[in-house]
């Protein structure tokens, strides 16, 4: 485990050298997450491979302090590869442990802004899978259509 000193600089480090920052133009799903707190914002995209259920590709960028853009940083490393199952089972007390929990303890909103968006993007994009597959599945308007039913004129 890192001494205080060293997660100091592994939270700087994220921070001024941040993973996977940017835009992805052909992600899956992107989402946008806040702290309430203090208005700082990150927002996540996430490229899936729907056969697998895996994230591909992962992207983020954001406005906010020091531990909440290092922790996204980190979390987007920790989310890249990994199935859909295996970051909605991601604890936010697993990002915290790397952080360094002594360090992060009284910053625990900045610190788990990132790693809830990302599982938020998640949550977000299965939703709107399955709404995809229910609008595809949906039955079609038919009214106007020849549905081949007969029926006999009945007479009084
Ligand atoms: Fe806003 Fe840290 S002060 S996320």
């Known amino acids: 485990m890192l001494d205080r000193q060293a997660q100091i600089e592994f939270i700087l480090d994220h921070y001024e050298n941040p993973r996977n920052r940017g835009r992805l133009d052909d992600a899956d799903v992107i989402m946008k997450g806040g702290n309430p707190g203090c208005g700082d914002v990150v927002t996540f995209y996430l490229k899936v491979d729907p056969e697998a259920g895996r994230v591909v ?5 954001g406005e906010g302090c ?57 949550r977000k994009y299965e939703v709107e899978r399955l709404l995809a597959q229910i609008e595809a599945e949906r039955v079609p308007d038919v009214e106007g259509q020849d549905l081949g039913l007969e029926f006999e004129a009945v007479e009084e």
Do not use: F
Request: charge should be negative; aromatic fraction near 2%; hydrophobic fraction near 50%.
């Open 57 to 61: 590709d992962v992207k983020w960028e």
């Open 66 to 122: 020091t531990i909440s853009q290092a922790a996204a940083s980190l979390a987007s490393e920790m989310v890249q590869g990994m199935t859909l199952e295996q970051v909605k089972a991601l604890k936010a007390d697993d990002l915290i442990d790397t952080l360094g929990r002594e360090v992060v303890t009284a910053r625990l909103r900045c610190a788990t802004l990132g790693i809830h968006t990302a599982k938020a993007a998640v």
